[in-house]
């Protein structure tokens, strides 16, 4: 088995190896080692990148056997000597989340009896999911009272301990692991078996925030960032409030108020236009109705109409008996609605689908109101098929 650097020394960023086997991982080369600093993908932590001489380590997995596999890109041979480093920006980066969740997974175990029941790494933030529901306040002093562990600077020590001793421990989770385990001992406040990489201070952790919290299969899930991760979840809210400022013209703490104002007009002013559309597309029908008076068929094609307004009008163009309408947008993709007033003999439905079958897009609808869009070529071409369609059922 591959002796684990990181298991004593999760600072180590180098190290000296020989490859001990090539395999193949589901069609990608790997290889293992008699020894290694990589940190394979378990317990919610991912996995270290980093090279292999100069190849590089694209994945690190544990295989059913419990032995550690390096995904590399590229190609190294059984016995080969190797220089292994690992990619120490993201190694630090979840050091610092990992040992950010042990101290407050803690703190909600000490200040409020909550077990943790899962932890998630992910690439930008972590996430811990409770084993019940969490008031916002409950939030605010677990939160306090963990970041108050990671200013207090405490020693984070990697301790040793078979079944008997771990028992007579106060671990804050059982663990379901047999023989000699592994534990990350917070001083004086939190003691858990673990097998990932942490920082040796809290103080390396920097702060822990939580950034949003959620009810969660029975509990609450929270997701948190912590040191390096903070400081740029703080640098993009501080650029986001700063251009909002410069936007809406207030304070950062006006920001709610000018948005809510901002939504009011703006849901004010879709209804002011709404209003607008529909007289407007009235006075449409009217003229086109018109226009159109002894065929009683209006084909056209309109400038500046969406969906909803071109069935509007052709709408209120058929509610004149015998009428006929369809109306083309001039815009790809481009809609088309057809309408049929009472009287009229003409199938909207069957009209659309040879429309389609030509035009290409999509649409259904009923013998008397069909519509659809994405219809391909010059709206001018569609206009004078449908008439020619029309004109041959007549």
Known sequence: MTERIYY??????????????????????????????????????????????????????????????HVIEGALSAGEPVSGAIDWDRRFDHMQQHTGQHVLSAAFDRLLKVRTESFHLGAESATIDLAREVSPTEIARAEKDANDIVWADRPVAIRYADAAEAARLPLRKESVREGVLRLIDVEGYDISACGGTHVSRTGA???????????????????????????????SLRDATAASVRLLSVLPSEMPGAIERTQADAKEAKRRIKDLQAQLAAHEAEALAASEAESRTVIRALDGWDQNSLKSIAMAICERPGFMAVLIGSAPPLPIVIARGGGSAHDSAALLTKLVEKFGGKGGGRPDLAQGGGLQGDPQEIVAFAKTLIAGHS
Not at 18 to 33: A, F, Y
Not at 206 to 234: D, H, Q, Y
Request: glycine share 12%.
């Open 8 to 69: 004593n020394d999760p600072y180590a960023r180098t190290f000296g190896a020989h490859v001990v086997e090539v395999r193949s991982v589901n069609g990608r080369p790997g290889v293992t080692l008699d020894r290694s600093a990589f940190y394979p993908t378990s317990g919610g932590q991912p996995f270290d990148l980093g090279t292999l001489n100069a190849t590089r380590v694209v994945e690190v997995i544990e295989d059913d056997d419990g032995e550690m596999v």
């Open 205 to 235: 952790i920097g702060v822990i925030a939580v950034a949003s919290w959620e009810k969660f299969r029975g509990g609450s899930r929270i997701e948190f960032v912590c040191g390096g991760r903070a400081l740029a979840a703080f640098r």
